[in-house]
């Protein structure tokens, strides 16, 4: 896929907001405790982008009802859907200077299309050193999900299937979508926000 930047400047992908808060002491120690453990710049955006796939479970694979939304509460509380997980891995990665934007994907709830559409999220990233942006998918692995960190190659958690009508949106946003962020803070109980409640449509 021919990945669209919505800004031609990179520092857009840098920016600070309530949900990427990556000044947050616990961003900061966090990303400084990853970037020391790594050699160079891919080696942390992998390392980051594995803590938050590996360490920080999906709310709804845990069966919480808690609701989490800006990075540091994501870390915090360690637990989020892919809304939240993607919030966290920008902060993380721009709080070292590593571009990162936000990609959707809209897919099926469940397996087939009779079980609706949700909008999916998950990040891109920038990667000076070889002037290439990727698509990094923490969502969390299990059972028939296996997203990877790979510069050859994009191992996503969810392959589009067009049969179903699922789509990829191309375009690399600067901030998260208001509909994802919206749902987050509207609701209460996470699995039903989960089932019932997620945007079918940017």
Known sequence: MNLICESNSLDDYLVETED???????????????????????????????FVRDFIPHSWDIQSSRITCSASEVLFYQEGICYAKSNLLC????????????????????????????????????????????????????????????????????PIREVYEEQDYPVIYKTPNKKTTAVLLQNTDCKMMYLHGLPSEL
């Open 91 to 158: 902060a993380l990665l721009r709080c070292q200077g590593i571009p990162t934007g936000f990609c959707y994907q809209r897919l099926t709830l469940g397996d087939t299309p009779d079980t609706g559409y949700v909008i999916h999220a998950l990040n891109a990233v920038y990667l000076r050193s070889i002037g290439k942006w990727i698509r990094l998918d923490a969502r969390g692995n299990k059972a028939g999900v296996d997203a990877q960190f790979s510069l050859e190659e994009e191992k996503l958690a969810f």
């Open 20 to 50: 990427v808060n990556h000044s947050h002491y616990l961003i900061k120690n966090k990303a400084k405790e990853l970037y020391s453990q790594s050699l160079d710049e891919i080696g942390f955006i992998k390392s980051a982008f594995e």
